[in-house]
């Protein structure tokens, strides 16, 4: 089984659109971050000293969405991505990057896109998320559409999508709180269910630079919850061994019945943690850990187990966000940001 490991090494290249063909590297670079995000589209910065009008080629020729730029981990490739901005100063060039779902935030529904009753019917809602993605990557695919990757989430329901009405990834970051997740993994969109990608090895104390903690909090608790959409009302638990506890949710995007019970099934669910092992958000991974840094995708879950308090919980979580910095000198730190399963953070 693989450790995370610490990185020797990054190297950075600024490639073509496609992320095909390589126009240079960056070697002098003094920073770079880069993260992972479910339900969201993530971001990387790399920082380079400026070091005089002859080192500028490639930095001067590159162009926000003409250019991507590509992470290498040790010779692995962990991030890509389009660049959004390119910040030149005296000091030093700061060259800021998405993730490939950004260009859905530049896609405009260009026609109907029917799952209604009146339409083509209701259907899984990963295989509308999947319709939604690739009517955007259609209109100008940045070799992004051959590697798309769905996994249907069981969960039925009806959408409408009108013409000029809103973008691809306004649409599809509505669906993914109905019952959809996504994220990025190089040039790949996943798109899958509220399901569990993968389940890593477990995780203990001495697996995090930080400590661990157990959480009794009954502020979020839900016992039952009722979800009000356009025209339909979806409702989920009852009384719980500590009494009701019911929440109300106002969703006028949600047009369906199942989406609304979905909805609703989920709050309940969420609220039902009065004890959870709690991994603060950003919390550091030690080189020990035994996952490989491309095991770590946003929506797999962690088990994590902590036996150094008053009050010993094992919990399996679920991997909200990875985010990784590097500097020459100081070295690589790994962090993540878990929640419980069935928790969108």
């Not at 669910?269 to 080189?287: E, K, N, Y």
């Not at 840094?293 to 909200?320: H, M």
Request: proline residues 5%; charged residues 20%; hydrophobic residues 40%.
């Amino acid at each position: 089984m693989p450790n995370l490991g610490c990185a020797e090494e990054y190297a950075i290249a600024v490639m073509d659109r496609e992320g095909r063909v390589q126009q240079g590297e960056l070697a002098n670079a003094a920073a770079a971050m880069w993260e992972r995000l479910l339900d969201d589209t993530s971001e990387a910065t790399v920082t380079v000293p400026y070091q005089g009008p002859d080192c500028c080629g490639l930095l001067a020729d590159a162009n926000p969405w003409c250019n991507e730029l590509a992470l290498y981990r040790d010779g692995l490739l962990v991030w890509q991505g389009p660049i959004e901005t390119i910040d030149y100063g005296r000091e030093n060039t700061v060259i800021t990057a998405k993730d490939v779902t950004a260009w859905l935030a530049h896609r405009v529904i260009k026609t109907l896109i029917d799952y209604s009753a009146a339409g083509a019917g209701p259907a899984d809602l990963v295989t509308i998320a999947e319709a939604l993605v690739r009517h955007g990557l259609g209109q100008d695919d940045p070799a992004v559409e051959q590697y798309l990757l769905t996994r249907l989430s069981g969960v039925s329901g009806e959408r409408r999508y009108e013409s000029n009405g809103s973008t691809v990834y306004d649409e599809l970051a509505e669906l993914a709180r109905t019952g959809v997740d996504f994220t990025a993994l190089g040039r790949r969109i996943i798109l899958a269910g509220e399901m569990p990608l993968a389940r890593l090895a477990q995780l203990g104390d001495d697996h995090f630079a930080g400590e661990l903690r157990v959480i009794k909090d009954g502020k979020q608790s839900a016992t039952a919850a009722t979800v009000v959409g356009k025209g339909v009302t979806g409702t989920a638990g009852g009384v719980g061994p500590c009494g009701l506890l019911e929440t109300l949710a106002n969703e006028q995007e949600i047009l369906d019945q199942a989406s609304a019970t979905a909805e609703a099934e989920a709050i309940v669910q969420a609220g039902t943690f009065p004890i959870r092992l709690q991994v603060p958000d950003g919390s550091q991974l030690v080189p020990e850990a035994p996952v490989g840094i491309n095991e770590l995708i946003p929506g797999v879950i962690i088990p994590v187990i902590s036996t150094e308090t008053c009050f010993d919980l094992a919990a399996d979580l679920r991997l909200k966000r990875l985010q990784v910095s590097f500097e020459p000198e100081a070295g690589e730190r790994v962090a993540v940001s878990l929640v419980p399963v069935g928790v969108e953070g």
